[in-house]
């Protein structure tokens, strides 16, 4: 019986900030339509000021809520993470290049935000930590899968994922609204939200995330990974 799919998205939903989640998945190896979503200029000249400097954090976006694409319901919560076989899946259907390359600079043990993305209420819900680093999506070579891609062969993958394992829900769910009131606050101090990905580069499912210089910002005490971050 198939689990859940985890949605990780490009192009198709949208959060009130702009569209960006993440795609669900069919199996339990270890995000967005067949549609390749191309970068943005904007996304592309922000993203080449990192340079290599990229973060230990993340934030990865999936649709907690039914949805369905080419006749597969691509939900995938937080709580579908936990409910899976030793709470893992794999983190599959991206399909924007920029992403990708953010899967394929993850490492084994670091920790990422579980951001519910294209619903009601969007925000962060719980944290996860990478337990599998980037191998071949095995999505973009099924022909019944939403993220199916024709142009990408076996012998030279275009797409990638990584497995993660639940970590744990957050005590209080941290929502879109309150992290743009920080993120316009900071804009108009310098603070250390003020480029945060999330607002800058809204089309992308999975984001990095730097550690903040002052910790905590945003009166969430239980966050293990500061919330006083911005993109590079």
Same mark, same amino acid.
């Given at each position: 019986?198939?689990?859940?799919?985890?949605?990780?998205?490009? @192009?198709?939903?949208?959060?009130?900030?702009?569209?960006?989640?993440?795609?669900?998945?069919?199996?339990?190896?270890?995000? =967005?339509?067949?549609?390749?979503?191309?970068?943005?200029?904007?996304?592309?000249?922000?993203?080449?000021?990192?340079?290599?400097?990229?973060?230990?954090?993340?934030?990865?976006?999936?649709?907690?809520?039914?949805?369905?694409?080419?006749? &597969?319901? &691509?939900?995938?919560?937080?709580?579908?993470?936990?409910?899976?076989?030793?709470?893992?899946?794999? +983190?599959?259907?991206?399909?924007?290049?920029?992403?990708?390359?953010?899967?394929?600079?993850?490492?084994?043990?670091?920790? =990422?935000?579980?951001?519910?993305?294209?619903?009601?209420?969007?925000?962060?819900?719980?944290?996860?930590?990478?337990?599998?680093?980037?191998?071949?999506?095995?999505?973009?070579?099924?022909?019944?899968?939403?993220?199916?891609?024709?142009?990408?062969?076996?012998?030279?993958?275009? +797409?990638?994922?990584?497995? &993660?394992?639940?970590?744990?829900?957050?005590?209080?769910?941290?929502?879109?609204?309150?992290?743009?009131?920080?993120?316009?606050?900071?804009?108009?101090?310098?603070?250390?939200?003020?480029?945060?990905?999330?607002? @800058?580069?809204?089309?992308?499912?999975?984001?990095?995330?730097?550690?903040?210089?002052?910790?905590? &910002?945003?009166?969430?005490?239980?966050?293990?990974?500061?919330?006083?971050?911005?993109?590079?």
């Amino acid at each position: 019986m198939p689990r859940p799919r985890k949605r990780l998205h490009g @192009t198709a939903g949208q959060d009130k900030e702009g569209p960006a989640g993440k795609r669900a998945k069919a199996k339990n190896p270890g995000e =967005a339509p067949a549609t390749v979503e191309k970068s943005s200029p904007g996304e592309t000249s922000a993203l080449k000021k990192c340079g290599n400097n990229v973060s230990s954090y993340w934030l990865m976006k999936s649709e907690p809520e039914s949805r369905l694409e080419k006749g &597969v319901d &691509v939900k995938f919560s937080i709580e579908d993470l936990q409910a899976q076989p030793k709470q893992t899946t794999c +983190w599959d259907g991206v399909r924007n290049y920029q992403a990708r390359n953010f899967l394929r600079a993850m490492k084994l043990g670091q920790e =990422a935000f579980f951001y519910h993305s294209n619903c009601k209420e969007p925000g962060i819900a719980g944290l996860v930590k990478i337990v599998k680093e980037a191998y071949p999506d095995h999505t973009q070579f099924e022909k019944s899968n939403p993220h199916y891609d024709p142009s990408s062969k076996k012998d030279n993958p275009k +797409w990638s994922m990584v497995d &993660v394992q639940f970590v744990r829900t957050m005590k209080r769910f941290i929502p879109l609204a309150e992290l743009r009131t920080h993120h316009q606050a900071h804009k108009a101090t310098g603070g250390p939200l003020q480029n945060m990905a999330l607002f @800058t580069l809204q089309r992308l499912s999975v984001q990095p995330l730097t550690r903040g210089k002052t910790g905590p &910002v945003l009166g969430h005490p239980h966050a293990r990974v500061a919330l006083a971050t911005h993109l590079c």
